[in-house]
């Protein structure tokens, strides 16, 4: 009865995870990028820069192991160029690559929708140090934001923006700035099934008898 209770935990975990969002949340602003990465309760900061600890040490275990990292990263590499080769088949580079364009766009149009993405604060302070040069940026920024939010919405699922979430300004004197934070989340099965429909697309078009 215990093995039939952890059993149906397992299933209720592996249900809950696929139905969880894998949110995606990005933060700029001071000039520092910051990536979090959730799904569910679980978080993870993205490292965006390494921090400088036991530069010395760090110098003499670096030549110590050098020799093993190189040869891990030619397996790694040969490891992944053996997937590739074994994914395009007898197929020429440039028309795998073609056929790996149209089932990507394919993919992107039917499962576009399932992407949400939420904009939080979108501020951006023009500045060049000269007006004239500050005044052509400022309408180049301001026009590319408007096509931007325009292709996400009739894209992607955007979440309706906030009042003056949305700020692009001109500073004549000043440079350049922004703040900005934004969320993407998708459910984990949607993202799988995503996946799945990439790989079996682009197997069947590289060879028909596949599934068969």
């Keep these: 009865m215990i093995f039939l209770y952890v059993i149906l935990g397992i299933l209720a975990l592996i249900v809950l995870l696929l139905v969880s969002y894998l949110r995606v949340q990005l933060l700029y602003t001071n000039e520092i990028f910051t990536l979090h990465i959730c799904i569910g309760p679980?978080?993870?900061?993205?490292?965006?820069?390494?921090?400088?600890?036991?530069?010395?040490?760090?110098?003499?275990?670096?030549?110590?192991?050098?020799?093993?990292?190189?040869?891990?990263?030619?397996?790694?590499e040969n490891k992944k160029s053996q997937v590739l080769e074994e994914l395009r088949g007898d197929l020429p580079l440039p028309v795998f690559l073609k056929k790996l364009k149209d089932v990507l766009i394919?993919?992107?149009?039917?499962?576009?929708?399932?992407?949400?993405?939420?904009?939080?604060?979108?501020?951006?302070m023009v500045g060049t140090g000269n007006p004239a040069s500050t005044g052509i940026s400022y309408g180049i920024c301001a026009q590319s934001t408007a096509y931007l939010?325009?292709?996400?919405?009739?894209?992607?699922?955007?979440?309706?923006?906030?009042?003056?979430?949305?700020?692009?300004?001109?500073?004549?004197?000043?440079?350049?700035?922004?703040d900005i934070k934004g969320t993407v989340k998708i459910r984990v099965i949607h993202l799988l099934q995503a996946l799945l429909t990439v790989f079996f697309s682009l197997k069947s078009n590289i060879n028909p008898d596949f599934g068969t």
């Design 106 to 124: 394919d993919a992107a149009k039917q499962h576009a929708k399932k992407l949400h993405i939420q904009i939080d604060r979108l501020r951006i």
């Design 42 to 76: 679980i978080r993870y900061n993205v490292p965006m820069q390494k921090k400088v600890r036991y530069r010395k040490l760090a110098k003499k275990l670096r030549k110590k192991k050098l020799s093993s990292k190189a040869v891990s990263a030619a397996k790694e």
């Design 149 to 178: 939010l325009e292709f996400l919405d009739s894209t992607v699922t955007l979440a309706p923006l906030s009042k003056d979430v949305v700020q692009i300004c001109a500073d004549f004197t000043g440079g350049w700035d922004a």
